[in-house]
Each structure stands twice: as C-alpha cells, then as structure tokens.
C-alpha cells in the first residue's frame, strides 16, 4: 500500500522560510515525478506549485519561481520543497503528490497518482 506522509507546514511571518518533506512508503516502488501542489482557498482548484522527474528535472508555478526549490532523495524517497521569501499569497494547504508503479500481489502492474494528506502553511505577521 502506498503512502505519503508529509511534515513541515506551520506558521511563518512574510518573507520567512519554511521547508516542506514527504516520504513516499510502500513496497517495491518505482517513483517517477513527485512534487507539490497547493490549495489556498477551500474548494479552488488545485494549483502546480513544483515538481521534480526521477532524473532531477524541475518544474515551477511563476509565482514561486526563483523562492522555491524542489528537491528528491531517491534513495529515502523523499521529496522537499525549500520555501523561502515567503508571501502572504503563499498561504495554502500543501499537498505532496507522487506517480508511483508498483507490482500487485498478482504480479499486475499498477501506475496511479497518489497524494499525503495535505500540511498547512500560513503566510502571516
């Protein structure tokens, strides 16, 4: 079974720092992309905020290009987000995300998307 825990949302005054983790648990997992998204209202969509291949490529929301940076150790399978230089438009609840395979128990491969169950982080003085 796959999970995703994550850890590190609080509270931060504006242009503050906060780090975000997620470790990915499970058996015989192969992590392809993993990464963050955001919610800052209840019920909006959610928002790309980074993302990061298997082979270290990243990807970046405009918003956060430049004070964010994603990071991976495949060998923990963990993914972090450094935020610096926070906002208090950065508010939000963060939301780890993983592409994982794996085999069934019957041997079947299985791809899917899977999600933590979202940490706070609050942007305010």
């Known amino acids: 079974q796959v999970q995703l825990v994550e850890s590190g949302g609080g509270l931060v005054q504006p242009a503050g720092s906060l780090r975000l983790s997620c470790v990915v648990t499970?058996?015989?997992?192969?992590?392809?992309?993993m990464g963050w998204y955001r919610r800052q209202v209840p019920g909006k969509q959610l928002e790309l905020v980074s993302i990061i291949s298997s082979a270290g490529s990243t990807n970046y929301a405009g918003s956060v290009e430049g004070r964010f940076t994603v990071t991976r150790d495949n060998a923990k399978n963990t993914v972090h987000l450094q935020m610096n230089s926070l906002k208090p438009e950065d508010t939000a609840v963060y939301f780890c995300?993983?592409?994982?395979?794996?085999?069934?128990?019957?041997?079947?491969?299985?791809?899917?998307?899977?999600w933590g169950q979202g940490t706070q982080v609050t942007v305010s003085s």
């Open positions: 995300y993983a592409d994982v395979e794996y085999y069934a128990s019957d041997g079947t491969p299985v791809r899917d998307d899977y």
């Open positions: 499970g058996r015989g997992l192969i992590i392809e992309s």
